[in-house]
Nanobody
Framework: QVPLMESGGGSVQAGGSLRLSCAASSYMYSSVCMGWFRQAPGKEREDVAFITNGGMTTYYARSVMGRFAVSQDDAKNTIDLQMNGLRTDDSAMYYC?????????????????WGQGTQVTVSS
C-alpha cells in the first residue's frame, strides 16, 4: 500500500490559517475513518479531527471545534484539515492516520497506518 503522506505544515502567527493535506489513496475506501492526530513536545499524541469513509460524519476535539474542519476530496484522494484561528497551543507535529473506528474520542489504538507527520508552528 502507498504510505500516507502529509503536506501543508509550516509557521504562522496566532490567528492565522493553514491547510494540511494527506495523500491517502490506499486507505480512503478501505478504512472506516481517516483523520488527524497531533503531538506537542512532552505531551501525548492526541486526536484532533476525523471523518468517516464517505464523509458523512466528522468528529472534532473540543479544543479545535469551530476552528478546524476536516474534509475528504475524492477527486484528489486526500484528507484535508483546514485550520483557522490558530493559537500557540495548536503548535505540534500533525499526523494523518487511517483508523479502524473513530468517535468523539479516537484512540491511537484504532490506527491502522500513520503518516510521517508535518510540523505546525504558531507564534504569538
Amino acid at each position: 500500500q502507498v504510505p500516507l503522506m502529509e503536506s501543508g505544515g509550516g509557521s504562522v502567527q496566532a490567528g492565522g490559517s493553514l491547510r494540511l493535506s494527506c495523500a491517502a489513496s490506499s486507505y480512503m475506501y478501505s478504512s472506516v475513518c481517516m483523520g488527524w492526530f497531533r503531538q506537542a513536545p512532552g505531551k501525548e499524541r492526541e486526536d484532533v479531527a476525523f471523518i468517516t469513509n464517505g464523509g458523512m460524519t466528522t468528529y472534532y476535539a473540543r479544543s479545535v471545534m469551530g476552528r478546524f474542519a476536516v474534509s475528504q476530496d475524492d477527486a484528489k484522494n486526500t484528507i484535508d484539515l483546514q485550520m483557522n484561528g490558530l493559537r500557540t497551543d495548536d503548535s505540534a507535529m500533525y499526523y494523518c492516520a487511517a483508523t479502524r473506528w473513530c468517535g468523539q474520542t479516537t484512540s491511537t489504538t484504532a490506527v491502522q497506518s500513520w503518516g510521517q507527520g508535518t510540523q505546525v508552528t504558531v507564534s504569538s
